[in-house]
């Protein structure tokens, strides 16, 4: 399961993600993160069966965390399945099905947003 924490200005004042792994003892991948001085976000990858248990572990002031579902959004209107997407996404996000339509996979995504900024068709977009 994926996870998006937000941190405002106390939150990040913090090792927050540090402290719920010591507490939870469960293990997370940090799959991307921007932290700053003033506020930041990470994108955590943690076993569905552990998730409870982390983000009880993780709730504090300044954190925010919500599970990241649907990151990306694919117009099926406005794709003409070219594949660009699927040669320069490192995470493997993107296939083709038998009929050669795209196939999203978001739960592989790390919001890089590479494959948005390169679709010449503007289909893709990343919600985070």
Avoid at 34 to 51: F, H, Q, R, S, T
Avoid at 81 to 106: A, M, P, R, Y
């Amino acid at each position: 399961m994926k996870l998006m924490v937000e941190f405002d200005s106390d939150g990040v004042q913090y090792p927050n993600i540090a402290a719920a792994i010591l507490r939870s003892g469960v293990m997370v991948n940090v799959e991307r993160a921007l932290i700053d001085g003033d506020e930041g976000w990470a994108l955590l990858d943690v076993d569905d069966k552990d998730a409870d248990m982390f983000i009880t572990a993780l709730s504090r002031k300044g954190v925010s965390i919500r599970i990241q579902k649907d990151a990306v959004s694919h117009n099926r209107t406005d794709c003409v399945d070219c594949g660009l997407c699927i040669s320069i996404c490192q995470k493997q996000v993107f296939s083709f099905d038998e009929n050669w339509q795209l196939v999203v996979d978001s739960e592989r995504c790390v919001l890089c947003g590479r494959c948005a900024t390169y679709c010449p068709q503007r289909a893709l977009s990343i919600q985070k």
